[in-house]
């Protein structure tokens, strides 16, 4: 009996050093998590592109399994898995695992499965290897997080068109018709081509303009304003400086930035 609660404890201890931990092992171990969650909503898009193909329902159980198995992996790691369970995050991994399993019984659920871009870069560890391992990540990181942030809001914004529309707008069949539709919507281009019916579509379409168009300016400023990296500093606590900083301009301390000649 104590061997199988030993290799338990030993399971758990290493599952959370990978999940939660600081070794080189478990950072290259989250990473692989992250370009999974790429790979995973790249293909989700590219199967909404193309017609019903008999793989189709095989790639769906085989990816229900490979996610439901890190979900249980993720919960059995944390020392507090109620946390988890009650995070937006998981609850949105719940839904997608859903959605690969019910299609074969119910009716085809995929435009969920872009929910697991929720995922992608939520992990406050993920965000701090990569200010720990990457100059680059350092010195563009509002750039990525708001990119990250804006690409979310289009797929999760997306969803929501998709579900309200698809029953009675023929101008919505698809995903990719709702994707469209949000696309132009939020850069403003506006042609006009597809539009949102009733009042539930007016109010779903105002929501995408004022809040998708502003997380779109906010990128465009990121883009085209001085980089700044983010490096606290111990005195004054200002968080942004400029990437060749020496000083911190608010009260002069000397800022021990790492540079890597990449500014």
């Known amino acids: 009996m104590p061997r199988p609660m030993a290799f338990s404890g030993d399971l758990r201890h290493r599952l959370n050093s990978l999940y939660f931990g600081d070794s080189q092992k478990a950072r290259r171990f989250r990473y692989g998590l992250v370009i999974f969650d790429i790979f995973t909503v790249a293909l989700f898009l590219l199967m909404a592109l193309i017609p019903q193909q008999w793989w189709f329902?095989?790639?769906?159980?085989?990816?229900?399994?490979?996610?439901?198995?890190?979900?249980?992996?993720?919960?059995?790691?944390?020392c507090n898995p109620r946390r988890q369970l009650l995070s937006f995050a998981t609850l949105s991994d719940l839904v997608v695992i859903l959605s690969?399993?019910?299609?074969?019984?119910?009716?085809?659920?995929?435009?969920?499965?872009?929910?697991?871009?929720?995922?992608?870069?939520?992990?406050?560890?993920?965000?701090?290897?990569?200010?720990?391992d990457s100059q680059w990540f350092r010195v563009h990181e509002d750039v990525v997080q708001r990119t990250a942030n804006l690409v979310v809001f289009i797929f999760l914004v997306t969803c929501a068109v998709f579900v309200t529309q698809n029953d009675i707008n023929p101008q919505i069949r698809t995903y990719i018709d709702a994707l469209y539709f949000t696309v132009t919507t939020l850069t403003t281009t506006g042609f006009g081509d597809v539009t949102l019916i009733g009042p539930g579509g007016r109010l779903l379409a105002i929501v995408i303009m004022v809040a998708g168009v502003s997380l779109f300016l906010r990128l465009l400023q990121a883009l085209f304003r001085p980089f700044k990296i983010q490096f606290k500093c111990p005195d004054c606590g200002l968080l942004l400086h400029d990437a060749d900083a020496v000083h911190c301009k608010h009260c002069g301390r000397v800022l021990p930035i790492e540079d890597e000649g990449l500014t």
């Open 100 to 132: 690969l399993l019910l299609p074969a019984i119910i009716a085809n659920l995929a435009f969920l499965r872009v929910l697991r871009t929720v995922r992608l870069l939520r992990s406050y560890r993920v965000l701090r290897d990569l200010r720990s």
């Open 57 to 78: 329902i095989p790639v769906d159980l085989a990816f229900a399994i490979a996610l439901t198995a890190e979900f249980a992996a993720r919960l059995y790691a944390d």
